[in-house]
């Protein structure tokens, strides 16, 4: 089945650790995202990529970096300049620019200690 | 992309129709308004978008006013596992930038 994949599901890391996030899809699609979401709050857009080898800041890019070598594969890795980075992320796909929807995948937990 | 506004929260009776409504005053002519879902600690799941006409899937309706300035997403029968927060957003048709900017959305709670 096609989906998108996000792994793991709970992450656990110390204070200062970088850590990066998976997020796979076999979609063939073309766009992905990455959004931010704190308890109680809607999603926050941290990086999207329209194209393999190339991606965009969104609204909250500081203390994260990402890379798109493979158009099926867009890590999101949390670097030790975030200040709060606990939080539930989310992983998206879109054909072409999203007209059409966005599949998500089902979230990693990250909680920092 | 135009602002949207939702109330935080609603009730339905399991079996009824819900009806979740949304405000876009500031809403442009070519701008959609899209509609997802997220159940607790799940990934959004997008459920209908429309322009001016009314549209309807297997999932549900959404009724768009004449002005645009509002729009209703319509459950028709509700059940105990629509229980989510419903996300009415706007976009244009061609991406900006690809973002898809999230509210607060409003948390229906569908009980027997």
């Known amino acids: 089945d096609g989906g998108i994949t996000q792994s793991p599901k709970y992450l656990f890391r110390k204070e200062g650790q970088n850590v990066t996030l998976s997020c796979e899809q076999n979609l063939n699609h073309d766009a992905m995202y990455w959004y931010r979401q704190d308890p109680g709050q809607g999603l926050r857009l941290i990086y999207y990529s329209q194209i393999v080898n190339d991606f965009q800041k969104g609204d909250i890019a500081e203390g994260y970096s990402v890379s798109r070598e493979k158009k099926e594969s867009f890590p999101l890795t949390v670097t030790s300049a975030q200040k709060n980075p606990t939080a539930f992320y989310l992983c998206a796909s879109s054909i072409g620019q999203g007209f059409y929807g966005y599949t998500f995948g089902s979230g990693t937990r990250l909680t920092v200690v | ?112």
């Open chain 2, 1 to 112: 992309d135009a602002k949207t506004t939702q109330p935080p929260s609603m009730d339905c009776a399991e079996g009824r129709a819900a009806n979740l409504p949304c405000n876009h005053s500031t809403i442009s002519g070519n701008e959609y308004v899209y509609w997802y879902r997220q159940i607790h600690s799940q990934g959004p799941q997008y459920i209908i978008h429309g322009l001016k006409n009314n549209e309807t899937n297997e999932m549900a309706s959404l009724i768009i006013t004449e002005d645009r300035k509002s729009s209703t997403l319509i459950l028709p029968h509700a059940t105990l596992r629509d229980t989510a927060v419903y996300y009415c957003i706007v976009r244009t048709g061609v991406n900006q930038g690809g973002k898809l900017i999230f509210g607060q959305g409003t948390e229906l709670s569908v009980k027997p």
